[in-house]
Nanobody, 121 residues
Framework: VQLQASGGGLVQAGGSLRLSCAAS????????MGWFRQVPGKEREFVGF????????YYAGSVKGRFTISRDNAKKTVSLLMNSLKPEDTAVYYC???????????????WGQGTQVTVSS
């Protein structure tokens, strides 16, 4: 699976942004898709994941209620809708795939290149 993340940019606090991740490969629908973020000098942080069917999602406490992950297996895409953005959400965001649900970055075997999200105060 090859992943390509897009949609990052600069947004004011309180605003919204949608990130997308396009996948190639025949087995996209078999993978759990996760989103992580990373700030320079810090470890990569779990944001959330969605099950292979899209029926289950799980979010980090810091984004729960503000972020929503969805996927379209026919189009081989996964999206991260971010609402009520805060300056502390500023990071490079990565999409990744895993064979099973996990919050650990080490369980994800394919990664997108990352897209920068900057939230101004």
């Amino acid at each position: 699976v090859q992943l390509q993340a897009s949609g990052g940019g600069l947004v004011q606090a309180g605003g919204s942004l949608r990130l997308s991740c396009a996948a190639s490969g025949r087995t996209f629908s078999s993978y759990v898709m996760g989103w992580f973020r990373q700030v320079p000098g810090k470890e990569r942080e779990f944001v959330g994941f969605i099950s292979w069917s899209g029926g289950n999602t799980y979010y980090a406490g810091s984004v729960k209620g503000r972020f929503t992950i969805s996927r379209d297996n026919a189009k081989k895409t996964v999206s991260l809708l971010m609402n009520s953005l805060k300056p502390e959400d500023t990071a490079v965001y990565y999409c990744a795939s895993a064979p099973a649900s996990s919050m650990r970055s080490t369980d994800y075997d394919y990664w997108g290149q990352g897209t920068q999200v900057t939230v101004s105060s």
